[in-house]
């Protein structure tokens, strides 16, 4: 197997553990400066999210999601209002869906809220 197509395998498998999501959290920095940000992918290896500040690629964050805790990581990479990160151990398979679960609960509400709005078509 030439190195293509072991670069190509890869990449597949680490986007198929990636799950989109689109949750409210917030990231605090080495800084103790603590930033609203969207969680728009995760993996039990890391995530991405949306920032409105610039993070620093390899300064260590806490991502803190509502009523499911803190979670290390480090910034690997960023690009505009885009970065991923790294979490630091990994989190177990269990913790990443309950995320997961918060994530789908939380657009649900949302949406729940639009559909019940006297503007709503």
């Not at 949750?23 to 993996?43: G, I």
């Not at 290896?45 to 920032?51: I, K, L, P, W």
């Not at 910034?75 to 679960?101: K, Y």
Request: hydrophobic residues 40%; contains cysteine; glycine residues 6%.
């Amino acid at each position: 197997m030439g190195y293509d197509s072991v670069k190509n395998q890869q990449l597949k498998l680490r986007e198929a553990d990636r799950v989109h999501v689109d949750l409210s959290a917030f990231l605090t920095l080495e800084s103790s400066l603590e930033l609203p940000v969207v969680v728009t992918d995760l993996s039990t290896c890391g995530f991405s999210c949306r920032a409105d500040e610039r993070l620093t690629i390899g300064s260590r964050v806490m991502l803190q999601v509502p009523n499911l805790g803190e979670f290390l990581a480090t910034i690997i990479w960023q690009l505009g209002d885009n970065a991923g990160a790294r979490f630091e151990p990994p989190l177990p398979v269990t913790r990443v869906m309950s995320i997961i679960l918060t994530a789908v609960q939380e657009q649900r509400s949302i949406q729940e809220a639009g559909e019940s709005s006297p503007n709503a078509a």
